[in-house]
């Protein structure tokens, strides 16, 4: 009962806002990590996962049968539900995915925000736990369980100024990647997967891939905004 008091207390403690320069410079260093080659890979694969989530999440809402995830090694993503293979529920299904990076990293700003940066952690392992349960592949049980051992180590060792740090990177990498992969979608053009998300939206609603890329990219130029106006309010006034 003492292991479970202590781990409650420490999840809904409420923390002091870090200084308006270290959330700056957590923001420059989830930029740099989206922009660059050689860490993008990464950042990529943990988009994969909430980008997942979204398909699994809202499968589940719409009344949908969710049947397994799968996460791979060049940080592509399947999640398989049965269910009508029309209709507004699939639509909503598909169009979550891109969306989801987006609407968590808001999320993760409201969090931060009130102060609950280790809530953000606690809440990040519930994710991944939940995903777990779903994944039918080794290289995703790896990955999230590296993931989820990961923050619970940062959760239960690291110094709650080092914990607030973690949680605003990874708000920031949310906000800052959902576009790029999106922009890689509009890029690439008739080199397109004919299975993305847009296409198959496409060929569900008659409305265009294209249109449903821009519609997403708007979408997620709104959420970066959005949270980073939450996330440092103070430093973009006086910009």
Same mark, same amino acid.
């Given at each position: ?89 699939? *639509? #909503?299904? $598909?169009? /979550?995915?891109? %969306?989801?990076? &987006? ?6 700003? +409201? =969090?931060? @925000? ?51 740090? *973690? #949680?605003? $990177?990874? /708000?920031?990498? %949310?906000?800052? &990647? ?6 890689? +979608? =509009?890029? @690439? ?51």
């Amino acid at each position: 009962m003492d292991a479970l008091t202590e781990t409650w207390d420490r999840a809904t403690a409420v923390q002091p806002l870090p200084e308006p320069g270290v959330v700056l410079a957590t923001g420059l260093v989830a930029l740099l990590m989206v922009l660059s080659s050689t860490t993008w890979r990464r950042v990529r694969l943990g988009v994969t996962v909430v980008h997942e989530a979204g398909h699994a999440v809202v499968a589940v809402l719409v009344g949908r049968r969710l049947q397994g995830i799968r996460l791979h090694a060049d940080t592509s993503g399947l999640t398989v539900s049965s269910g009508r293979p029309t209709g507004p529920g699939m *639509v #909503a299904t $598909l169009l /979550a995915g891109y %969306l989801a990076p &987006a609407v968590v990293g808001v999320g993760a700003a +409201l =969090v931060l @925000a009130s102060g609950r940066g280790v809530a953000l952690l606690w809440l990040m392992m519930l994710l991944l736990v939940g995903l777990l349960l779903w994944v039918r592949n080794w290289y995703g049980v790896l990955t999230l369980a590296g993931a989820g051992v990961g923050i619970g180590l940062l959760t239960w060792y690291a110094a709650p100024d080092v914990q607030a740090v *973690v #949680a605003y $990177l990874v /708000a920031w990498l %949310l906000l800052l &990647a959902a576009p790029r992969p999106v922009l890689e +979608l =509009v890029t @690439a053009g008739r080199r397109r997967s004919r299975s993305s998300d847009p296409d198959q939206l496409a060929r569900l609603t008659g409305v265009p891939a294209l249109v449903w890329c821009l519609l997403m990219l708007v979408a997620n130029l709104a959420g970066l905004l959005v949270g980073a106006l939450t996330l440092a309010p103070d430093l973009l006034a006086r910009a």
